[in-house]
């Protein structure tokens, strides 16, 4: 029953975004700086994942193909489909679940529990429109960018890990990496960014905004807004590959 509750809430406060119309330039100067807390500030970790993950995904598919029969330039295939399709969108929204979502929850949380937020709504502004929109729109905006960074940095880390391990030339990595290559795995790689964005940055938010108690019940709220949004981020996983693959 409590779930029924807790998704009429949250459907609730995204309606609440767009129940007040104000000005679109008092929201210009928070959306850019949720864009560079969103984007920027975890583009380091995202960096450093992604070629990581592209380099090791190279040495494992290296160790599990001992054919002779099967060519070099199939590993790089491998770790090219393998990065695009679920690494780089599954695995860093995951980390970014944790890195973006505990930051926007323990923000919004503050923000309830010193009455930052009510003294705002006394002022006639609308602060789910104010505080919370910018944050899903930014998030929408960035996290897809850095989808396509962690894609592009996994292959390049699977390229150096094969090259210098001397497991495949260059050109067999190359000849692999173009080979047979589908891109609408890339439009599937964008479609789980856009909703893995989404899912970021309104759970979090949603779990902050509604803080009732002090220090204590925000790091609750934090920890809860992770975790659900690490479960949310695998299930909508499954669901759009089941639908779209």
């Known amino acids: 029953m409590r779930i029924f509750t807790e998704t009429g809430r949250f459907l609730l406060m995204l309606r609440g975004m767009f129940s007040k119309p104000e000005n679109a330039k008092v929201y210009w100067k928070e959306f850019m700086h949720q864009c560079s807390d969103i984007g920027i500030g975890s583009l380091g970790i995202v960096m450093i994942i992604s070629f990581f993950i592209g380099a090791v995904s190279a040495l494992q598919t290296a160790y599990q193909l001992v054919s002779p029969i099967i060519p070099k330039s199939t590993i790089a295939q491998i770790v090219r489909d393998t990065v695009i399709l679920e690494f780089a969108p599954t695995l860093v929204c995951i980390v970014l679940a944790g890195v973006v979502g505990s930051k926007i929850a323990s923000e919004l949380g503050n923000m309830r529990v010193s009455e930052q937020i009510d003294a705002l709504e006394i002022m006639g502004i609308n602060t789910k429109s104010y505080l919370v929109m910018p944050k899903i729109v930014a998030a929408l905006v960035t996290i897809p960018m850095l989808v396509v960074i962690a894609g592009t940095l996994g292959i390049l880390g699977g390229r150096i890990a094969g090259v210098s391990t001397g497991i495949m030339s260059a050109a067999d990595f190359h000849k692999g990496l173009l080979g047979n290559f ?49 479960i949310l981020i695998l299930f909508a996983d499954y669901i759009i590959s089941a639908l779209l693959l």
Request: net charge positive; charged share 10%.
């Open 182 to 230: 589908l891109p609408y795995n890339v439009f599937f790689a964008l479609v789980k960014a856009y909703v893995f964005a989404f899912i970021i940055s309104s759970i979090p938010a949603y779990f902050g905004y509604h803080v009732q108690g002090g220090a204590l019940e925000i790091g609750r709220a934090g920890t809860k807004a992770v975790v659900v949004s690490c």
